[in-house]
């Protein structure tokens, strides 16, 4: 289970690596992926690039609709942790996110944090990057160490760059590329069952899969006891298109159900 140092290290930088806590899920989560793949849900969103590279294949919100997925979310270490790195009482599942970048996609994931797409706001959030493919340090996702805390929500965008929300005034991420020299990036190399957990406000991005190997991955987003409904300018990512709720009501409802709750 988790070290005190890695809640720390979660609390002040926004984001961890805990090596191996997801070893016992991994095949059952590999099957789950091509069972998904073939049976695709109403969200899924697959990128195809002009220069006809591989696909990027994205699912959202499936995670009980396939075994290898539910075994992560309601059997695996992942509830606790999510409320032991919140630092909340309980840990209520937000929705699952499945990215699956085949070999040679040349989609890259631009700098963004999650935070600004979703329903859901809070400062006790944690999402899970979990991979099911051995990835190398240089095809890995990265982080802006500390964003979290910068106390900025940025404007979200899509993949083709345009704005998410129609009239959005919020800021947009500054050229971080551009000034990697002057922030704390990090990064690791990977094995399956390891898992990134992260803020929903802590800044990242991936890079291509210019690889002959897959990178599939499962990503877990949690929230904790302060989390409350937020009304957005359109659309969220992902979209909950049945749902109602008030501004700044409590978040809740039988589609994110608490999973853990300290005794």
């Not at 396939?66 to 032991?84: H, I, M, N, T």
């Not at 929705?95 to 700098?111: A, F, R």
């Amino acid at each position: 289970m988790l070290m005190k140092k890695q809640i720390s290290d979660f609390q002040a930088n926004g984001v961890v690596l805990l090596k191996g806590v997801l070893n016992d899920f991994v095949n059952d989560a590999r099957v789950a992926i091509e069972e998904n793949m073939a049976q695709p849900s109403w969200r899924e969103r697959t990128y195809h690039k002009d220069d006809g590279s591989a696909p990027f294949f994205q699912d959202y919100v499936v995670w009980n609709q396939f075994d290898g997925y539910r075994k992560l979310v309601e059997d695996s270490p992942l509830a606790e942790c999510a409320a032991r790195l919140m630092v909340s009482k309980t840990a209520r599942i937000f929705h699952d996110h499945i990215l699956i970048k085949e070999p040679g996609n040349s989609v890259v994931t631009p700098w963004h944090q999650d935070q600004p797409y979703y329903l859901v706001t809070g400062l006790q959030s944690v999402s899970f990057w979990v991979p099911l493919d051995p990835i190398p340090r240089d095809r890995t996702i990265e982080y802006i160490s500390g964003s979290h805390i910068w106390g900025k929500d940025f404007k979200p965008k899509r993949f083709d760059g345009t704005d998410l929300f129609e009239g959005d005034t919020s800021e947009s991420i500054p050229d971080i590329d551009a000034k990697r020299e002057d922030l704390d990036i990090v990064g690791w190399e990977m094995e399956p069952g390891d898992a990134i957990a992260f803020n929903f406000r802590t800044l990242h991005g991936a890079p291509a899969n210019n690889s002959t190997s897959r990178r599939r991955v499962i990503s877990l987003r949690w929230v904790g006891d302060d989390a409350v409904f937020v009304k957005r300018r359109g659309t969220t990512s992902p979209a909950f298109p049945d749902l109602t709720y008030e501004d700044g009501a409590p978040f809740k409802g039988q589609e994110f159900p608490i999973l853990y709750s300290a005794k």
